[in-house]
């Protein structure tokens, strides 16, 4: 609706001050520049106000196809109090009634829910041959006024929509462990008397609670969104204590009471700790000779996966049956990428049926461990932060490579980023390029120029790429997986192949952790670009529809930088004619675009020093250190091979849009691939548009 708003006083017309006397529990109303109380309903006063409340229904309904009318009457923090009810409730039924009994005024009006209305509007509709049209996709990215597009809630306060994910899948598991628990006699005893429900009860409160507008949008005040930090840790503790009791009884298959169990509890934790305003880090075991992990898989396929165990002293892996288990020690890094001193991570393949658990034994050896290799690039690491067993080297090689049996990516020496990577099975080559950028916004300065906020997503203009030559890297080679990782500006970046056939192997992994906590950083969003040679037809690109399906989107230059944003809350792919096709999986939501043909791009956090006037009334300035997490896949398609290219120059960049095809080879002084580069080029030129046309062979 052309409204301002949803509140009292654009709901009921067009007209903010008419719409105004009926908020009866305010105690003045604006009018231009002229301060009106409102006044209750009285004998005196009801006509008038009767016929004003009329006519504006009579406006509103020029909106509708129906004469069936929806007037929300409230806002944000509104019926807090028995005297609003009233103040609401009495003075507002009081019009109706006098409405409905006016002849003159034909119409009725009375109060109702979401349900009564769509019942009304199916009653009414069923009486006439209207139609309505139907919506393919989402409502999003929403505008209210100007070139202020609501995208920058995508990705406000990131740390707790991670946390939020996290919270989620340890509920959903401890669900299903707990059930299966339950139909068991001589387990469900010790849970009932311990009331454990009590338990999942108020996780998914807290996970419902979270779904809150203001709650996982990240556009809370700071004191509201800690509130929701405390709901959501207090709940991931308790939910992680209920999970270790149920591995305890399921693992050991004894029966234990209550007092027993209380005792013998603290033997057994969870692999993450959570502390406020904190991303979940390893805990560190300091146990002696053998102590035992415990996996479980939720799903009701085989899981094969990584598992990271953090330790005080290096160790390896074996089975239930003793049989060693392929395991690497790496380092552990801190915030400054210097490696901590007895500290390792040890990593092993964890290979579990559907619907099980599996126990493994880290056994603590410096002789056995496998150590894995370092080598260091940069002026600011130094191979002796290492200790001798990694075996650390220094390098100064342009170009860094690791590969398992899928993949080869290749990285550059110069900012520990990717740049291309290799699909061994067939040889095709993608070029993969990420980079670090960062949006601008207006200053504290000038709060006049509408900027960027906890909801609004307003840039100064294009993003700059941040500078990162030369940045610490560290490579990590190892028989389970390999790892580039880079110190850059406001972000430690790392890329890791594992070295599996099966489908944790098939892509790469990425794992960021921002921190945008210092002044360096106001008014700036930091975006993770990737940079591809996959042109999709028309500038278009996928994400999903809240994990459901895909929904295809375009780029519309009108819609300027912010508004062509989109949420990614579990994927974003592009692809081209021939069906090759990069996807990007991510671990939680974040907003994500492309900008340019061949180009995806996500905001990783923000900080920003002004309200936006949205009601928050205040920036996003507690920025805290934030994990993302990403899978980059690529695929190669077997589409037919482009006979007739156009090339249309589209303002911001050129764009290639394949018009026929036939399944012969191609000749030609210039090949498919150079023409996508020249395509490239094309931005500064005067051409508008021209075509090549390549003769096929004999």
């Known amino acids: 609706m052309p409204f301002l708003l949803y509140a009292i006083h654009y709901s009921c017309g067009p007209d903010p001050h008419i719409c105004c006397q009926f908020d009866f529990h305010k105690g003045q109303c604006l009018s231009g520049n002229q301060r009106l109380p409102v006044v209750p309903v009285s004998d005196r006063n009801i006509r008038k106000l009767a016929w004003s409340l009329w006519e504006q229904f009579q406006k509103k309904a020029h909106l509708y196809q129906s004469n069936v009318l929806l007037v929300p009457h409230g806002d944000d923090f509104r019926y807090t109090s ?6 609401q409730f009495g003075n507002l039924q009081k019009l109706m009634d006098y409405i409905n009994k006016n002849e003159d005024m034909n119409i009725q009006v009375q109060f109702g829910t979401i349900s009564d209305f769509f019942n009304a509007l199916t009653k009414d509709v069923s009486k006439s041959a209207i139609s309505f049209p139907s919506l393919s996709g989402d409502f999003l990215p929403y505008n209210d006024r100007d070139d202020q597009y609501w995208t920058g809630f995508y990705s406000s306060r990131p740390l707790y929509k991670h946390t939020i994910r996290a919270l989620q899948a340890k509920l959903r598991i401890t669900e299903i462990i707990y059930t299966m628990t339950m139909i068991q006699p001589e387990l469900s005893v010790t849970f009932k008397s311990q009331n454990s429900t009590a338990v999942l009860v108020k996780a998914r409160r807290a996970l419902a609670l979270f779904q809150h507008h203001d709650a996982i949008t990240g556009t809370s005040r700071k004191y509201v969104m800690r509130d929701y930090g405390r709901n959501l840790l207090s709940a991931i503790k308790e939910v992680n204590n209920l999970l270790a009791l149920l591995n305890f009884h399921w693992m050991l298959n004894i029966k234990v009471k209550p007092k027993t169990l209380k005792d013998r509890l603290p033997s057994l934790t969870m692999w993450d700790e ?18 035992h992990v415990i996996v479980t898989n939720p799903l009701t396929v085989n899981w094969v996966s990584p598992v990271t165990i953090q330790t005080s002293t290096p160790s390896y892996v074996k089975s239930k049956q003793g049989t060693i288990i392929p395991s690497q020690c790496n380092p552990v890094f801190g915030s400054n990428m210097l490696p901590l001193q007895g500290v390792y991570d040890i990593i092993f393949f964890a290979d579990v049926p559907p619907l099980s ?12 461990a496998e150590f894995s290799t370092i080598t260091v690039y940069g002026k600011k690491l130094s191979t002796k932060d290492f200790v001798p067993e990694f075996q650390p080297v220094k390098s100064t090689k342009p170009v860094i490579e690791i590969e398992n049996s899928l993949l080869k990516a290749t990285f ?10 290799l699909r061994q099975t067939d040889q095709a080559v993608y070029q993969t390029e990420i980079k670090m950028m960062t949006y601008g916004t207006g200053s504290w300065s000038n709060p006049f120029r509408d900027s960027s906020g ?27 997986a390999s790892t580039v990782m880079a110190k850059l500006p406001g972000v430690r970046h790392a890329a890791t192949l594992y070295n599996t056939d099966g489908p944790m192997g098939a892509g790469i992994h990425i794992e960021n952790l921002a921190d945008l906590s210092s002044e360096t950083w106001n008014n700036h969003e930091l975006v993770m670009r990737l940079e591809t040679n996959v042109y ?21 230059s009108k819609f300027l930088i912010q508004g062509n944003y989109h949420p990614m809350t579990s994927m974003v792919y592009i692809e081209d004619e021939q069906l090759s096709r990069i996807t990007l999986i991510t671990s939680h939501s974040h907003g994500a675009s492309t900008q340019s043909p061949g180009w995806l791009e996500v905001i990783l956090d923000r900080r920003l020093m002004q309200d936006d006037w949205r009601g928050l009334n205040e920036g996003v300035k507690d920025n805290v250190v934030s994990p993302s997490n990403f899978i980059l896949l690529v695929e190669k398609g077997y589409g037919p091979a482009p ?12 764009k ?18 150079k023409m996508d580069h020249m395509a490239a080029d094309l931005d500064d030129m005067e051409i508008k548009t021209f075509q090549v046309t390549f003769a096929t062979a004999p």
């Open 82 to 87: 028995q005297g609003e009810w009233q103040q």
């Open 274 to 291: 959570w502390t406020e305003d904190s991303y979940p880090r390893l805990k560190t075991s300091h146990s002696d000779g053998i102590w």
């Open 357 to 368: 658990m599996r126990t493994y034994q880290v056994v603590e050896s410096s002789d056995k």
């Open 412 to 421: 550059s020496a110069c900012t520990g980023t990717l740049q291309s990577v």
């Open 454 to 480: 906890a909801y609004i997503f307003m840039p100064r203009g294009p993003a700059q790429e941040v500078e990162s030559l030369y940045p610490s890297i560290v490579v990590i080679h190892g028989p389970v």
């Open 536 to 556: 999709p037809q028309e500038s278009d690109w996928c994400v999903d529809l809240n994990g459901y399906q895909m929904h295809r989107k375009k780029w519309r």
């Open 643 to 654: 006979r007739v290219i156009h090339i249309d120059r589209v303002g911001r960049a050129a």
């Open 656 to 673: 290639l849009k394949i018009t026929s095809a036939v399944e012969t080879s191609l000749t030609g002084s210039k090949s498919f691939r």
